[in-house]
């Protein structure tokens, strides 16, 4: 048997997140090679998650600072490891991924949310230095067409580029009878850490006009939960905040749709996660949801709550509606986010 080839990937963090996950998934599936991760940051939750066989090492990365020492780091584990192929996961994953890596070696970076909205808008050094270290040989995967437009709209694509869609593990693929639907108990699900691009104040004013028959669980943790607890109890919502879990495969399938408010995303991993698990999704009215869901979801007006709250009502009125979105939800899922399909 020949010498395995030695891949490494880097990545910002291993905190619990959409990019973090996939890269999970794809150590945990990438048979035939000798596996390498960098960390810039420190151990967090997902660790544990990590295959034993995959060598890791973690960089204490703390600020944009750290970036040339970390780059230096980077290129000496290169080396002495004889590295063929570098596949960077975040956006400062990417910087250091194309200052360390030498000519020769082939580079991939991927770009997991729109660059403008994340990153270049926010803070204008952030497009500064995707433009300063950007070259023709690095090749760009983008999770979606909408993250590869964007990309290209404001840095200008040199190289190779390929769109590849976030992968799932096939446990919520598993086989379930279909579900049934109820107009008179509707349980609502979302999924994803509270922070502002999640959007979740407006979920809270949409469920301030609810009737009380209709929850929502939301998963995940972040900044601004004390803000989010807060609001709930003053308005006595019918939301609660449930932490992280590490099983939601057997957790989606307990609830009766999918709800999703996020202003702008790369391609939600949750999202694939709940549409394989059965859920019909209501999804905020934005380009990268439509191009993940097409027909399977309902679309909601992100200037209107009350657009939300009408969509979600009327459509349960409508059982069959329901057993179509989540029969197409399973299928678009199966289409662009199960693993065999790139693996």
Not at 184 to 199: E, P, S
Not at 249 to 258: G, N, V
Request: proline letters at 5%.
């Amino acid at each position: 048997m020949g010498k395995k080839t030695e891949i490494l990937h880097i990545i910002d963090g291993l905190r619990v997140g959409g990019a973090e996950m996939l890269l999970v998934t794809l150590l945990k599936n990438l048979k035939g090679y000798s596996l390498h991760l960098i960390v810039l940051g420190q151990p967090v939750p997902l660790a544990k998650e990590l295959p034993m066989e995959c060598k890791t090492t973690y960089l204490n990365f703390k600020t944009y600072r750290d970036i040339p020492y970390s780059a230096i780091l980077v290129r000496r584990y290169i080396k002495k490891n004889r590295i063929k192929i570098v596949h960077s996961h975040m956006y400062w994953s990417n910087i250091t991924a194309r200052l360390a890596t030498p000519r020769k070696i082939p580079v991939f970076n991927c770009i997991q949310n729109i660059s403008s909205l994340a990153s270049y808008k926010i803070n204008r050094l952030s497009l500064y230095l995707e433009k300063a270290t950007y070259r023709k040989r690095h090749h760009i995967i983008a999770v979606s067409k909408t993250v590869l437009d964007d990309f290209n709209q404001w840095i200008g694509l040199k190289g190779e580029a390929t769109v590849l869609y976030n992968i799932i593990g096939n446990e919520f693929f598993s086989n379930r009878p279909p579900k049934t639907f109820s107009p008179d108990k509707i349980r609502l699900v979302a999924v994803g850490n509270l922070r502002k691009q999640k959007n979740y104040p407006y979920l809270l004013s949409a469920f301030k006009s609810m009737p009380l028959h209709v929850s929502l669980d939301i998963y995940g943790i972040g900044p601004e939960k004390e803000a989010m607890q807060q609001l709930i109890e003053e308005d006595k919502l019918n939301i609660k905040l449930k932490g992280i879990q590490s099983n939601m495969h057997l957790i989606l399938p307990e609830y009766d749709a999918y709800i999703m408010c996020s202003t702008h995303e790369g391609l939600s991993l949750a999202l694939m996660e709940a549409m394989a698990c059965g859920l019909p999704a209501f999804l905020s009215d934005i380009p990268v949801q439509r191009e993940a869901a097409e027909d399977a979801a309902v679309y909601f007006d992100l200037n209107d709550p009350q657009d939300c709250v009408s969509k979600v009502l009327d459509t349960f009125i409508n059982r069959e509606k329901l057993s179509g979105m989540s029969l197409k939800g399973i299928e678009r899922a199966a289409e662009i986010a199960k693993k065999e399909k790139y693996i």
